[in-house]
DNA sequence: TCGCGCCAAAGGTATGACTTATTCAAGACG
DNA sequence: CGTCTTGAATAAGTCATACCTTTGGCGCGA
């Protein structure tokens, strides 16, 4: 967990607890009731109900208490609310949601990635586009997911755009829940990574139009697997 | 103040300082040393920094103090953090990214609205680009203004995807900044205007790689402008 | 029936005591 | 002389309590 201490415990347990529906929107909880049943000081209570807050999943209110916040409010964009999402009821909506933000945002990073990769970038997405196929090849999901998450992180980082760089980590998560729910029983399609290949090459070579599209390519063909998926 | 309270206060100086670097990677306070410097207790010190805490602004560690963290750690999407940014220094190179993330996001949001579009939305986008037309030629700069973040916060919502839709309170930001900060002396170019409408047209016509395209004319000419402002 | 004012409930702040982790340095031992 | 151990000082973390402030709702009276 990402935050420390007793009001990390609190986190752990409320943020899921909100994220899934189980505390629907207008839930009111109080801080007396929640230092009970945690058996914590209200200093705790209340540093945690100030993070929830902060993420917009809660507001507190004088005289009312600690009230759940409709869906909209929420802060989606961040880290503990995305993994919260992913991790509850709300699964199949938030993978929607992160997959157009990936079509949208994974083939610009791309394209800019193709103009102002260092030598080092373009050394490490060489290097892992080869570890790719070799994974592949192997069959090893387990490499292969690692080596899939670091390059599309590097695409992202190397783009020089902090904002996508930061959308590296949650890629990740989407990847690594892929894997896991779907239990790939055969290797990963030779045509994908053919075209981690190409997007690879095309930044590496300077061809912004090459490595954007071949993005886009793999980023929609992601995108209709999960809508095949989820129905 | 997005936060209430004293350690809304608290936030208010603390985060604009660390995010124009006022503040440096590495500076340490202490919580002592900040209830003497703002007049306040300890509760409200604590539950400050772990608001900043969770921005990642800032990790708190024994024996240490509070220490000022490297940006590439910072959450560059938490809202309180890019309007800080927005405020500050680092004002050139936020736009900067929010430019990319605009030209990636909006295209999109564009065509996934030309596929969902509700009728009400659909009424609103062209209501909004009728109020654009006129005040546009009455050079009502604010109102105008009102109007094109209207329009462009309708079309992420439009879009059906929570993540976009959240993104039109930072749009709006980048906008207000834009016309603040340029003070702009004459009216609004005419072609933008038409792009609009014709984001407009296209997303109600159902058709989305017109939407798609005219927005990413829009968007890649705002980034235009703004690579040639901050040189 | 409507409006005004009072009260109680719940969060907000302040404070002091105590706990725990961590760094740094002094001292012991090889 | 260097390294390892141990201990003390420091600063954050937690707890319990008291008190302040806001506000929603109830009851009283017009």
Redesign the pocket.
Known sequence: MEI????GKLLAELGPAIASGELAEGAV????ELETRF??????V??A?RILESMRLVA???????TVQPRRDWDVFDPLVIRWRLAGADRPAQLRSLGSLRVAVEPAAAALAAQYASPDDCRELSSLAVELTVTARAADLTAFLRHDIAFHATVLRASGNEMFAHLGDTVGAVLTGRTEHKLMPHQPRAYAVQLHREVAEAICAGAPERAEQAMRTIVTGAMQELAAELG
Chains 1, 2 share one sequence.
Do not use: A
Request: aromatic residues 0%; proline residues 4%.
């Open positions: 420390q201490g007793l009001p909880l109080r801080i007396e058996g914590v000081s209200r200093t705790v209340r540093e109900v507190s209110k004088r005289r009312v208490g600690i």
